[in-house]
Structure formats: C-alpha cells, structure tokens
C-alpha cells in the first residue's frame, strides 16, 4: 500500500517524500512561482480605475509643456472646488485620484520651499493657497486615495542641469509632498524630457528618488516606465496587450527608456512584479482647453478603454482634466456617470455563481474546482500538482445568456496562465468563443452572444501548475 501510494504520488509529478499520503500531494496548497507581487501591489491591482487631474499652469496657457517662464499670477482658478472632482470620482466608481502637483514648467501647487514658482508667489488666495492639501483634504471626506504626479523634467528651476544640486531638491520636493498631506497610494514619476541634444543635461538620482518615497510612504506603489512598482504600459490610448504579463525584467529599463514596446506586452521570464497602468485621457490634449472641449470621449469609447485595460490585467488611469474654474466640467461628469452605469449594469450579476463547477483530466481529483464561483478572489482551483494544463466546466442551472467571460488567477502565487480557450456547449457540440494568452490579476473577455447551460474554461499553457480564483460570465444589457 505504502509503495502503491507513493507511486502515485511520483505520477502526480510533485511529492519527492514516499512518506507523503496521496491525498496530501494532490491537494498540496499552490506553492509560489515568482515573481510574486507585495501586499501593497495586490491592493493597486483591486483599485483598477481611478482619475488622473492634469490641473496646473497649462491650463490657463492652453499649453501641454509650458515654458516656465510663466508668472505665478497667471495660474488663478476662480471657484477651485476639489470638492466637486472627488463627489464626480466618487461617483464615478473611481477609488482615487492622481494629481500633477508639478508639471514639466516646474510650477508647484503647494507652497515649496524649494522653488519661488510656487502658488505662495500668486495673487490666487493672496498666496496662501495649497492645491495639494485642498484635494487631500476631499480625497479623506469622498473616501478616495490620493497620489501625486512630481515632474522630474522643470523648465524653471535653476538647478536643473546642475546633476547633484537639482537631485536635491527634487529629493526636498518628494520629501515635502510626502510627509505633508497624509498617506499617499501612488507616486508617479514622468519620463518625459524634451530638452533635445542642446539642452540641459540632468543624471537623474533615481535610487534617492526612490528612497524618499519608501522612507516616508512606505505604502505608495511608485510608478514610471520601469517602475518599480508600476509601469507605463506603452501607450497614452488606453490600451493594454492582449498578451500582458505583470513580469518584467526591470533592471533593463528606466524612466524615458526608448526601449518601450516590452512595456505593453510585459516579459514572461520577467525579474520583478512590475504590472502596467494605462493612462488616457478623457479628451484631445491632457490639460483643459476650451478649444478642445468638443473631444470628449463618448461612453461607448470609455467603455472599450475600460475593456482593453481593467480587462487586460492592467488599472486605468483616466485623465479628466479640471478647466480653468477650478472644476471639472458637467459634460465629463455626465460622461463618467454613463459609464460607470453601463459597467454596473453588466457586472452586478454574475451568471456563473450557483454554477456547479467541476475540473475535469484530473484523474478523479478534484482541488476543489466550486472556489472559482465563490465569489471570493483570494481562494482558488488548482489542477492536480506539475500539471501545466487543465480544464474546468462550469453548468449553470439553466441555459443562460452572455457575452462576457470575467477570469482570475490568484496572484499572490505568481502569474502563470500563457494559453487558453473559453468553450460553450451549443446544441450538444462544444464551440470556442475566445481564446487568449495571459489572464493575471483581471481578464474580461468580450465573446459572441452565446446561451448556453455548460461552460468550459481550457488552460492550454501555463508557466507551472495551473490555478484559477475566478470564473465570471456576464451579460450586457445591449446599448
Ligand atoms: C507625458 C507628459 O509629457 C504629458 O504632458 C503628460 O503629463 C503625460 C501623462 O505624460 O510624459
């Protein structure tokens, strides 16, 4: 008997020890395949969609890059209501909000010690307004996380150039930001230089940067190009690869990398849990301009944007920029009301939830295949132990309609999905609906209108043992 079950246990592929009982090796808990993502990056991953604030000098410039040559007087909002963004966020289903404190002209919306090109210098609130705190303050009472965007690029600093002199204060900037206005979920870091081949030349201190951050908001999830914690995903569209890994072999890039098509895909064989944020914004430019107020994008391009990033293991990052009153304006409210509609109507239900779901090739073993329909991210199915490949059939009660397929893996074990298929049972013939590649923290899959009573997801590849936490099906309500 003791030779029997050891034997099949060596068929199972994972327990080395005979003395191993058969059912403890199947049903061995998941063992980590790194890289694996920290506690604080799991819970960026549950935010998936919060708003990014272009709002500083440009906005009364109707410029994207200033000069910074520009008067701190110039930038005078007459009813700034950081208020009025956070209850439109909120609204939104937004969970947070990311502002430009300083953009590349170097204006600060706080009152830097730093800088004289700082809101204290202008007539706005005789000098003795904050931008920073006024929004920190609403993101406490809407019950949104606050992040901060800090341009190293400044067209306006006199230091700029002069290497260790603006590593300094760019430290002091960070340190300011970072211990003023309470914890902070993000730092975003902007690659962006345009200085050309005669301009100032600036070696950035990227490690002190990222000391500041982890010394004073050891919880904020710091991103740019090549994170370390986030990375840009490639694009300004919205979009995410339909390949995307959160790995990459990050010591390979950095902030303003020209190496940047890796970033969407990510890498397989990546070094670090470095998952990408898509940043788009709601109209044309990235700052408020009247001319451009007939660019605001409709609900039907926000939700295909929401589509191509929240359901592609990415979160968004969508920019709604305050105009020059200090408020966002009502056609972008009403815009991310619809939206946020639109997605409660398809996801409040989930079709699959009193599905009976059963794993199938697992030689009668079953890790328990019911904990992709709990409800519940955090616990999983996982094929028996060193199988790569699996499948899972879910039969729902009735024949039902969908068009979405909403899959999960457990993260915190690793990323490990590389090939899959989506099939329904159509007339007694299993039909694919759609077949992909990664699936990550998040996948949501448009597939054809289909009803039908059984459902099977088929994990084709994967980079170890394969395991899902989640299988969803959905149905638009057809606008
Ligand atoms: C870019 C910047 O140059 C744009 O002005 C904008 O801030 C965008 C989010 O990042 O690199």
Redesign the pocket.
Known sequence: MRVFAAALALVAGACSSPSASVEGCLAAPLAPLGPLPSADQVAWHAMAYYA?V?FNM?TFTAR??GEGRESPDTFAPTELDCRQWCRAFRDAGMKGVIL?AK??DGFCLWPSKTTEHTVARSKWKDGKGDVVRELAEACREYGLKLGL?L?P?DRNHPAYGDSERYNAVFRAQLEELCTGYGPLFEV?F???C?EGPNGKRQVYDWPGFVGVVREHQPHAVIFSDAGPDVRWVGN?NGVAGETCWAMLRRDEFYPGTPNSGPLTPGQEDGTDWVPPEC?V?IRKG??WKASEDGTVKSVDELERIWLASVGRNANLLL?VPADRRGRIPDAEVRVLRELKERVDRTYAKDLARDARASAAGDRGVREDASKVVDGERTTYWAARAGATSGELVLELPEARAFDRVWLQEPIELGQRVRGFRVEAEVGGTWTELVRGTTIGYRRILAVPRTTARRVRVVIEEARGRCALATVGLFATTGE
């Open positions: 990014f272009h440009n994207e890059w430009t953009h590349h965007y341009s690029w975003w902007d690659g962006a345009g300004e940043d914004s990235w700052y920019n």
